[in-house]
């Protein structure tokens, strides 16, 4: 089937793919300033940045673009699924970066410090590095806090002006799927919020950027291209 489709319509690769890819994506006003958002976030001494937007509206493309668009001295790792215990976060994060820990190890304070010492290593040899977590809206608060916890503790005993050696050059891009539920106006509070299961942002953004569906007039344009 797939190959009638080419063959009949002359294309060069095979439609309907359910996977993103940014070789596909209309980069409208909205979609170039999101981009750029990421990249400016991400640059100097890194920071969180969040992009929200609602299902389809091209979030996950855009990070796929950013990954070809980051620099080589760079170390990224993607998280897909969010919706893992702090320890399975923790393990994930890891297996990523390929980070050595114990053989069986359910510590989460032995993952922290072996994520630490790669850090600091990886800061240490010039290298960058980047974790983006897609569909982040299913950060459980326990994640949540323990993030924040971890981005503390790294700080302690640092003046607010200065970023922790092993933190600079290191960025988190969280991919939102619910826009009008990010709770991340800045510096907030990490607890839940007045309403059951509200999740809210623990972080101080470096930047943030909400995606916007496609117009008329883009989406006329994006179909006679």
């Known amino acids: 089937m797939t190959a009638m489709y080419q063959s009949h319509f ?5 439609p ?11 980069m409208s006003q909205r979609h170039q ?41 760079c170390d990224v790792a993607y998280i897909f699924n969010p919706k893992v215990t702090v320890g399975e976060l923790l393990s994930t994060l890891c297996v990523e970066f390929g980070i050595e820990y114990p053989p ?62 092993q933190l600079r050059g290191t960025g988190v891009v969280l991919a939102h799927g619910h826009p009008a539920e990010d709770g991340c106006e800045g510096r907030v509070s990490p607890r839940p919020g007045p309403e059951a299961g509200t999740r809210v942002c623990p972080f101080t953004l470096t930047a943030r950027y909400g995606v916007s569906p496609l117009s008329a007039h883009h989406s006329q344009m994006a179909r006679t291209r």
């Open 10 to 14: 002359g294309l060069a690769a095979a």
């Open 104 to 165: 069986g190890n359910t510590s989460v304070k032995v993952y922290i410090d072996c994520i630490n010492r790669y850090l600091l290593d990886a800061h240490a040899r010039g290298r960058s590095t980047v974790l983006i977590i897609d569909e982040a809206q299913n950060l459980s608060i326990a994640v949540l806090e323990q993030m924040r916890a971890e981005y503390r503790e790294a700080a302690d005993g640092k003046t607010q002006v200065m970023e922790p050696p």
């Open 16 to 26: 309907f793919s359910i996977a993103p890819d940014p070789r596909y994506l209309y």
């Open 33 to 73: 300033e999101a981009l750029a958002h990421l990249l400016y976030g991400l640059g100097g001494d890194g920071g969180f940045v969040l992009l929200t937007g609602e299902v389809g509206a091209g979030k996950t493309t855009i990070c796929r673009c950013l990954l070809e668009q980051i620099h080589e001295s």
